[in-house]
Each structure stands twice: as structure tokens, then as C-alpha cells.
């Protein structure tokens, strides 16, 4: 029977409206939800093996359903890694390169949510939606007062900074503060770590007229957020997706919660930032690597990424926001409990791509390493999919796509990817042995696109010609990617075969899909 209602939610004391009809009825498909954060590396989880991190609700998460441990983002940027996984299509299939493709791109391959919707799916979307525009209007959110169509969808940021700036005016700052600028809109203080790119001036007081005028970026911001718990952007995330369980709960739903950390600026809220003590922080092996014979930056140092000490305060307050998150986890997956939906709702955990995190001296993403495409993956269903696997086949996320598609019932839709429901469910294999991920093919100075095996990883370009960029990592005996097997490497002919193998394949993988610039990686001349 269907019955009109109306609900009312709060954005952290933002009022929400809206109307529509419920239905009361068996659903034969799984509701879905999709809980995505931003940025967070493949072992910023304590179910990795990561013994510093604390995140139980997502540890009991992999232990009640599968982890795909080698799972590899399609792009290691936002807006082009998201728009893969939204339409299962490789970046330069979808033409969204970058993060300013948001706005300005022009992709038009359906999404999984348009489909769904189509299906009779309600198609919700909570926090960073980072795809091009015109995607973000098949959803049903309820409209934001004050706020028409699909804006409280795709520039909800700037929505939640705005409450944040009325609910709390700017107070004075104390020694050791500065206004969070890149993000909150310079009236949230914030308490500088020595990671920070003004830490050096606190002494003094005193900082210099020409790095007041410089404009910082997310990536300079480090510290302690004087924020209440209850307002980040974090909580007020999660507390909109629980607010959609119990409206969705009589709908057949797919619902996704798209958390904007542990991206920069790294600056968690109390109590998560004392959890974690950054003396005790361990930092990557690779921390001192000189990148003598590697495609990034040869010999450049990264200050202060590739110092010990400050990248310790930054892992703890990654490691905060990370442990945020999982809290928000816990009370989601609650709320699936308390309405008796667990049992039939297919419950995703990715992230769009990783964090370097001082690995290689860097930070961020925007190449290759592990740090960061590598992301964690998992999959809860109950009944369907066995509880506690691990597969280690290298898998892209982009299979998203199609997985979810496949449980909704619907198979064979077009995709650069493959479903993992036989996968999981354990009557199929992996289709391939390995994973791609691409990045910037116009700049001649880095490689464009990777292929990941268990054993080796072969990063390479699309281009015919032009200066040697490639590199081949034998990832059973250099798990930290510190020897580049080619380049420079005055024994880079022992490994021809091996590299010629890796291109072969990934070369026949992209004909499969009839991919644009093939070509310039069967023309390419490795040695």
C-alpha cells in the first residue's frame, strides 16, 4: 500500500523537507549501500595488519564479509577515479581527466544510480560528489531549504561550511592558532602541527607579508580543529546517511555515503586527535627513498614529507580522521541492524584513491606507488557472499559498476570492468590476473597508465616517443618500490621479457575494450 509521508531531517540543526512515497512490499534485490571515503590509503585499516590504527567497526566489517586486499583505484585523483567507478569506465573512455572535468566535463555514460533508478532503485547521494554535474540529477535528496535542484547534491560543501561559519562565529585566536582558510572559510581556528607550512612562524608570531598574500593549498593545512564533535564534516555525514536509512527503510534503496576525509586539510576535531600520539607513528620505509631511478621527480626532496618527525604528526591526524570515520561506520551499520535491514542490504567500503603519507618523500596522490592506488575494498552481504575471505588477485574498483548492477539483476550492461558477484560468491575467478589505473597522459614527464600483477607492476605511457618514463617494480621482493627495474638500471635488459609480458597484456586488455589510445602503448619502444 502506498502511503505519502512527509520527514524532516537535520543537518547538524540545517532543517531538510521533503515528501514521497513509501512502499511496504518483499524486496526480491538487495537494497545497496555505498560508503566511499576520500583519500584514505589501502592499509589505513587495522584489518591490513596495521597495528597503530583503530578501526573496529570496519575491521568487523572484512571479517563478516570479503576484502579485495590489492584493489587498485582507475585514476589516483577524485573527480576522474569517481566517475570510473560510477560508470565502469576507464578514464580516457569517460574523457574525465581531472578535478576541474567536474564541472566542466562532459561524460555521458550512465551511471549506476541512473540505471537503478530506472529500475525502481531510490537513488540517494550524502557528502562529496566530485563527478561531472549533470550525474548528480537522478537523485531524490531531499532538498536542502533554501536550495533548489540538484545543489545540495553537488556543491554540498560549500553548503555545510556556510552553516558552520553561522553556527560558530569567529572567535579570538590563541597562541599557537591560526583560521583554517582553504576549507572552513577562515573562522574556524585551528592548533598548528609542526607539519604545517606556518608552524615555523609561531615562534615569533610574525608571518611574512609574502606568504600571507601566497595561497595555500588544502595540502599546507595541518593541525587540530577547535570544532565540536558533533559538526564535522564527518559526523554531519554520517548523521544524513542514518537519517536516509530510516526514511529509505520501506524503499528498495541505493544509497551512497561519500565521505570527504581523510582528505586534506588534515585537521581531525576532539577527542579523535589526542587518540593517537604522533611519537608513536610509524612512517614508511620508503620515507628516505632519494628516487634516484624513479619516473617521479628524480632526486627532488619534498620538504617536509620525507622528514620523519613531521610526517609522524601527520600520520596521527590522518589516523584520527580515519578513526572518525569508522565510528560513523559503526553507527550506520547499526542502523541497518536496528531496522532489521542487514540481511538484505549489499554493503560496499572503497575509498576513491590513497594518501602517499611521507612514502617516497611525497605526499598525496597523483602517481603510481601503492600508497597511492591501492585502496581498501570491501563487500557485506549476508548469506550471499562467505564471511572472512580474502582474494589478493588484483581487482579495480571500477568493478563497482557492474557488480552492483548484477545483484540488482541486471547482467551484462557494458562496462570496461567485470562483476565480482561470482567472485564473491564463489562460483568464478577473476576475470584478469591484474589491474590498471591512468593519470595524465599529456605530461610527457610521467608515466600515463599502470598494470598491477600479484608479483609485478609495469608503470608506462601511452605516448609513441618521447623521454623514458617507465618502470617496472617486482613487487614480492621490492614491496616498497624502491628499485626501479628500468630507467637507468644498467641491468634493465634482464627484464625485457618480463616488461614486454606485462605491456602485452594490458595492450590486449585495452582492444577488448576498443580503447582510444592503444596504439600509442603497442608503438611504445621500452628498450
Known sequence: MKELRKSVVLLGGLVVSSSFLSFSQEKAKPNILLIMTDQQAWDAVGYSGNKKIKTPNLDRLASEGIN?????TPCPVCTPARTSILTGRLTETTTIRNNNDAKTGDCYYPTFDEILTKRGYATEVYGKFHSPEHMARVYMNPPVEGMNGTDPIVHWEPIYVKYIRAKFPKRPLKPGELYETTFYGGTVPYRLDPTDRYYKYLPSGIIPEDELKRKLSQADIYGVLDLPADYTITAVQGKQTIDALERLKNEQFMLTCSFHCPHVPITPSEPFASMYKASEMLTPLSIEDSRKNSPYNPGKIEVPYNEKDKVQYMTANYYAFVTEIDEWVGKILKKLDDLKLTDNTLVIFVSDHGEMLGAHGMRGKFNFYEESVRVPFLFRYPGKIKAGQIVSTPVSVLNIFPTILEYAGLKNIASDGYSLKGVMEGTALPKYDFAISEWDWHNENVPSIMIRTEHWKLMTTH?????????????????????????????????????????????????????????????????
Open 68 to 72: 579485495f586486499s590489492h584493489a587498485v
Open 463 to 527: 605516448r609513441t616517443g618521447g623521454k623514458n618514463v617507465e618502470a617496472l617494480f617486482d613487487l614480492k621482493n621490492d614491496p616498497f618500490e624502491i628499485n626501479n627495474l628500468l630507467g637507468t638500471n644498467p641491468e634493465r635488459f634482464k627484464y625485457q621479457k618480463t616488461a614486454e609480458d606485462l605491456r602485452s597484456k594490458l595492450v590486449e586488455y585495452l582492444n577488448e575494450l576498443n580503447y582510444p589510445l592503444v596504439k600509442g602503448i603497442e608503438k611504445r619502444i621500452l628498450f
